[in-house]
C-alpha cells in the first residue's frame, strides 16, 4: 500500500464518521499539517481518489479541517475543486432525473425500486459526496413490457435493443443514462427472491428533497454485497466497498445479521465475502460499532488481500487500463474454461449473431479473434504482461478463498 492509498482509507474515515471531524474540530484532537505523511504525493493522491471514484468523498475533510486544506498545494487544490463542481452539477442532474422517472412510475402506477445509486448514497453522511453513475432500477417482471413502452412514450432513448437481453435495458434522457431492470441477479448466484420480495415492500423515501422508492434493508444488503462480489471479478474499488460499510453501520449490527441478514447471505453463499468485507471495512476505513461483532472471526490475512485487490483495481478497474482486460478475460479462462468463455464472450459481443442466430456455432471463432485484435492494440511488454498474469492468478485465489467461485 502507497502512502497516497493509506491516506486516502484515513480521509474516508474521517469523511463519512463525524464523530473523527466534531473532536478535530472541537480542538479534542490536534489536525494539522503533522497529520499529512511525509512524502505525500498531492498529485498521485488527486489521481487516486479519481480512479477509486470517491474524490468528493475524500474532499469533504479539506473543507471541514481548514488546517489540512492549508497543506495542499494551491494547483491540485484549484484541480480538486474543479473537479468537485463537476460531480456535484452531475449530482444535481442525476437527482432531478430520478425525481422525473419516480413522478413518471406513480402516475403510471408501476412498483420499482432503484438498485444501488441513491440506494447506497441515502446511508452516506452527505450523498451528495457520492459519485453518481446510472439510474437502476426494477419492476415487477410482469409489468416490465409495459413499463419499457412508458418510458418510450416519455422520450427516454432506448440504447441497447438486444433482444437476448436477460437483466436489464438501457435509456438515455438528457445526458442521464438509466437502466430497467426485469432481473438483478446473474447466473452464477440466485439473489432474486429477496429483490422481488423488496420490490413488493419497498419503502418510499427521500434524499435532498428526492424521492424515490427503495427494497427494504435485508433486500438493499443483498443487493450491495452482490453487486461488489460481482466487480471484484473484473474490479472492484473503493466506492463500491465504502457503500457497503455505510450499509453495515446504519443497519447491519448484530441484530439483524441474527435475525435476518445471516440465512439470507447463507442461501446466496456469500457469508464468507459479508464477514471479510465488513472486517476490512473496520479495519482500513474506520468503521466503528461495538453492535457489529458478527465479522469478528473473519481472517485477517483475507481482509489485507482484499484491499489489496480494490486498491490495484480502481474503480471497475479503471486503474489497470488494459492490463485490467487481460488480467479480466485471463480470470474468466480459469474459471469457466477456455472453450466455454469463448463461446460465451462471442455470442455477447459479436453483433451480426445478434441477427443471424445460426452463427452460434462460430461465435468462439469471433471471439478468438477479438482477443486477438484486442491483444495486439495493448502493446503489452513482456514484463507488463507476466504483471497482469499474476495479478489475475492472485485474484483468482482470491475469489476462490471467499467462496466466490
Not at 45 to 61: D, G, H, I, K, P
Not at 314 to 343: C, H
Not at 357 to 385: D, E, M, T, V
Request: one cysteine or more; a negative charge.
Amino acid at each position: 500500500m502507497t502512502t497516497e492509498q493509506a491516506f486516502l482509507l484515513e480521509l474516508i474515515n474521517r469523511s463519512q464518521f463525524p464523530e473523527l471531524i466534531d473532536a478535530a474540530s472541537a480542538g479534542e484532537a490536534q489536525v494539522d499539517n503533522a497529520f499529512v505523511p511525509d512524502g505525500l504525493d498531492w498529485d498521485k493522491l488527486y489521481r487516486e481518489t479519481f480512479s477509486q471514484s470517491v474524490l468528493c468523498m475524500a474532499w469533504a475533510c479539506f473543507d471541514e479541517l481548514p488546517e489540512l486544506n492549508k497543506a495542499m498545494p494551491e494547483e491540485v487544490r484549484a484541480r480538486w475543486k474543479e473537479a468537485e463542481n463537476r460531480q456535484l452539477v452531475n449530482y444535481i442532474r442525476y437527482m432531478h432525473a430520478q425525481g422525473e422517472l419516480t413522478a413518471l412510475m406513480r402516475e403510471k402506477g408501476i412498483p420499482f425500486a432503484v438498485l444501488k445509486g441513491l440506494a447506497a448514497a441515502i446511508n452516506y453522511r452527505d450523498p451528495s459526496k457520492r459519485a453518481m453513475g446510472d439510474i437502476d432500477f426494477i419492476v415487477p417482471q410482469e409489468l416490465f413490457e409495459k413499463t419499457r413502452e412508458i418510458l418510450l412514450e416519455a422520450g427516454y432513448k432506448l440504447t441497447s435493443e438486444d433482444p437476448d437481453y436477460t437483466r436489464h435495458i438501457a435509456f438515455d434522457r438528457s445526458g442521464v443514462h438509466f437502466e430497467l431492470h426485469h432481473h438483478f441477479s446473474h447466473e452464477d448466484r440466485d439473489v432474486e427472491r429477496f429483490v422481488t420480495d423488496g420490490i413488493d415492500n419497498a419503502c418510499a423515501v427521500a434524499v435532498d428533497g428526492t424521492e424515490f422508492s427503495m427494497l427494504p434493508p435485508l433486500g438493499n444488503g443483498i443487493v450491495l454485497l452482490d453487486h461488489m462480489k460481482t466487480h471484484l471479478k473484473s474490479g472492484l474499488g473503493l466506492r463500491q466497498a465504502v457503500d457497503w460499510m455505510m450499509y453495515v453501520s446504519k443497519e447491519l449490527d448484530d441484530s439483524f445479521w441474527e435475525a435476518e441478514f445471516r440465512s439470507a447471505a447463507e442461501e446466496a453463499r456469500l457469508v464468507k465475502f459479508a464477514k471479510v468485507a465488513t472486517k476490512m471495512c473496520r479495519k482500513y476505513m474506520g468503521l466503528q460499532a461495538d453492535n457489529i461483532t458478527w465479522c469478528d472471526d473473519a481472517e485477517d490475512r483475507l481482509c489485507d488481500d482484499l484491499i489489496e485487490n480494490l486498491l490495484i483495481s480502481g474503480n471497475f478497474g479503471r486503474r489497470n487500463g488494459e492490463g485490467n482486460k487481460i488480467e479480466n478475460v485471463t480470470a474468466s479462462i480459469r474459471r469457466e474454461g477456455l472453450f466455454r468463455r469463448l463461446q460465451s464472450a462471442g455470442e455477447s459481443n459479436w453483433k451480426a449473431y445478434k441477427k443471424h442466430k445460426w452463427l452460434k456455432p462460430f461465435c468462439w471463432i469471433y471471439q478468438s479473434g477479438r482477443y486477438a485484435r484486442q491483444g495486439l492494440k495493448a502493446k503489452r511488454s513482456g514484463a507488463q504482461l507476466k504483471d497482469d498474469l499474476k495479478r489475475a492468478e492472485n485474484r483468482n485465489k482470491l475469489l476462490r478463498e471467499l467462496e466466490i467461485i
